[in-house]
């Protein structure tokens, strides 16, 4: 696709993302290297948590919330645990470390490898919001399902948008596949098909 093609078909969650991920460039450029790694980490921890909490945190709460399919409530269980989990690890590093530059000898590199990092968080934050939304509305026709509005919407717009696609064609299959060892083999096949 041409590059003016591209822009063409770029939808506001596009837009979005991309300004998404240019902040957590600019986040990064100044937390430094240390930090990102940490960040990475509680990504890392936050998901394989919710990859292994979405099934009895779901049946759970499928019990409260009789109104959706117990695969709608497992859905959100990953997304509840996996946005608490990150935040409380976000916030103890945040409060618990301070910013240490990794290569002192060289800032600047130490500044713009920072940045990196956290796009690359950036980046596995949005496929880890794919996969969780796929783990139920991968496949599925979103006619006739009893839902919450504005998470349906989400799923939507993530899908229909060029670097969503992007994301979900080449990352999430990525973090499946390096994460398998960890997390359920059902979330890679509601995902993957």
């Known amino acids: 696709m041409d590059i003016v093609g591209l822009v ?15 902040a957590a460039f600019v986040f990064g450029f100044f937390q430094g290297v240390t930090r990102g790694l940490m960040v990475f980490g509680t990504w890392a921890f936050a998901f394989v948590l919710a990859a292994n909490l979405w099934q009895p945190l779901g049946t759970w709460l499928s019990g409260y919330w009789t109104q959706f399919e117990t695969g ?9 645990a996996f946005t608490v989990a990150l935040v409380l690890a976000s916030i103890a590093v945040a409060v618990f470390t301070k910013r240490a530059p990794l290569l002192g000898r060289w800032p600047i590199l130490d500044e713009v490898l920072g940045g990196f990092l956290m796009l690359a968080v950036a980046l596995l934050l949005v496929a880890g919001a794919i996969i969780g939304l796929d783990t139920f509305y991968a496949g599925r026709p979103l006619q006739g399902i009893v839902d919450v509005s504005w998470v349906t919407g989400l799923h939507t717009a993530l899908v229909d948008s060029v670097v969503g696609g992007w994301v979900r064609d080449t990352i999430v299959p990525f973090v499946l596949a390096v994460l398998a060892p960890f997390i359920p083999g059902e979330i890679r096949q509601l995902v993957l098909g």
């Open 72 to 80: 709608y409530s497992e859905m959100l269980a990953f997304g509840i």
């Open 8 to 22: 063409q078909s770029m939808t506001a969650a596009d837009i979005l993302l991309l300004l998404f991920f240019a």
